[in-house]
């Protein structure tokens, strides 16, 4: 493909994005906040993760949770925590708030990929709404426990495991939903290999250190994401087939459990290092990143 063809279709890939931007400067610079904070959670998991990785077993003693939660958790100990903790509060706040404005906004809902993207975006409202809570949780009761603490995000998706199978039909919702979750993964993957991710990135007027940088530290945060989204819903894949609510793991837990293996540290390494790689990508792209509707 020649020069002419890439910036023809990259032509069409902006006009098409342009259709669906969203136009509101101040829900933009909301949606721009969000970015930030959800970038530093990120960031703070793989940074927590890297231990992991690095010690002789998954089940060693390094007490922080590899987790958004746990991330959360490691602000709440610092000197400056809760004033912190209160700052990131507001910014996923602000990043829920924005994800449920585009999942509500007019759009043709007799397409069904504008339908699957409303769906996503609600989602991300309601588990970047329940991140804010954690932190703001944090904040007021000085870094205890608030339901976001140890085994928090682990316990949690165990807690909805076993309330599921506890239901009629309960077991083969959870296999399917494992299943989706490892197309996720894969879509992740793929979104990092072929850049889609920039078509929502604006760089027409950056310099080429900054469009390039943002172009590798998403291609690796990507997926790195996909890696996490396998990892984790192969857990919950397993639990569903030996009807184990146990077997499905949180974040912390399964990242442990892969690393208690040479090749499985080198994974979780990857993973680790990705993630921190997506925060940075999140952070620095979040003031050219266009805001677009489903």
Do not use: C
Not at 145 to 165: A, C, F, K, N
């Amino acid at each position: 493909m020649n020069t002419t063809q890439t910036g023809q279709q990259m032509h069409e890939v902006s006009e098409s994005i342009d259709a669906r931007s969203i136009d509101s400067d101040a829900l933009v610079t909301v949606g721009k906040i969000g970015w930030v904070a959800k970038g530093i959670v990120y960031g703070l998991i793989g940074v927590i993760a890297i231990p992991i990785a690095l010690q002789s077993g998954g089940s060693g003693s390094s007490g922080d949770q590899a987790s958004r939660q746990g991330a959360i958790a490691e602000i709440a100990e610092n000197s400056f925590g809760g004033v912190l903790l209160v700052a990131i509060a507001i910014g996923l706040a602000i990043y829920a708030l924005w994800r449920l404005t585009t999942a509500v906004m007019p759009g043709d809902n007799s397409d069904l990929d504008t339908l699957a993207h409303r769906v996503a975006y609600l989602g991300s409202a309601l588990l970047y709404g329940f991140l804010a809570w954690s932190a703001l949780s944090f904040a007021m009761s000085g870094g205890g426990s608030s339901g976001g603490g140890s085994g928090g995000d682990g316990s949690t998706l165990e807690r909805i495991s076993r309330w599921m199978m506890e239901r009629s039909g309960g077991r083969w919702a959870l296999g399917l939903g494992a299943i989706v979750g490892l197309g996720v993964a894969g879509y992740f993957g793929y979104k990092g290999v072929e850049k889609k991710f920039m078509e929502q990135i604006d760089v027409v007027d950056a310099g080429s250190t900054e469009r390039t940088l943002i172009e590798r530290l998403g291609v690796i945060g990507w997926i790195g994401r996909g890696i996490v989204v396998a990892l984790l819903s192969a857990f919950v894949l397993e639990a569903a087939i030996n009807a184990d609510p146990d077997e499905a793991k949180g974040l912390d837990q399964a990242l442990r459990n892969v690393s208690d293996t040479w090749w499985g540290s080198a994974l979780v390494l990857i993973a680790a290092v990705s993630l921190i790689a997506y925060g940075a990508f999140a952070i620095i792209s979040a003031r050219r990143r266009r805001l677009v509707g489903p």
